[in-house]
């Protein structure tokens, strides 16, 4: 493995980044320029789920490691970049997060779109992922417009 895309920031997405670099150091980490800090110093992050999840943190969802400055790449959206033999445009795609950004691989027609197109549990139903309280619907109509535009395949 040597890059990892991130989607947004959330625990359920990048909860484990920081584990994972620090196991093959190697890795590059892509992810949203507003999300990039967060993940060099989660502690922020980790203090508002703490909130949420209260005592059951360290069980749902175990160590939140920071992510080394030297192995983020922020991004913005518009890029292009070159991973695993592949070409893949950078969308940023707010609405889920504020932070959240989606990417297509143009020659299979793939896009990873994390949260911004639904939730899909066990096969079952696509379902809206629940909004931010500073989530508008135009900035995610907007982002599923950029994501249609890619005239994808597929979406995971």
């Given amino acids: 493995m040597t890059h990892l895309l991130l989607t947004h920031i959330h625990l359920d997405h990048a909860g484990a980044a920081g584990t994972l670099v620090r196991e093959h150091p190697g890795i590059t980490v892509l992810v949203h320029e507003r999300g990039a800090t967060h993940m060099a110093r989660p502690e922020k992050l980790i203090d508002s789920a703490a909130r949420l999840y209260g005592a059951n943190m360290d069980r749902l969802w175990g160590e939140f490691a920071p992510v080394p400055e030297k192995n983020l790449v922020s991004l913005r959206g518009g890029e292009r970049i070159d991973v695993g033999g592949r070409t893949l445009d950078v969308a940023y795609t707010p609405g889920h997060a504020s932070h959240h950004v989606s990417y297509f691989d143009s020659s ?19 379902l ?8 508008t619907s135009s900035l995610w109509t907007e982002s599923a417009a950029r994501i249609e535009a890619w005239s994808r395949r597929r979406c995971s």
């Fill in 108 to 126: 299979s027609g793939v896009a990873f779109v994390g949260d911004t197109a639904g939730v899909c549990i066990n096969g079952g139903y696509v």
């Fill in 128 to 135: 809206p992922p629940t909004p931010p309280p500073t989530s």
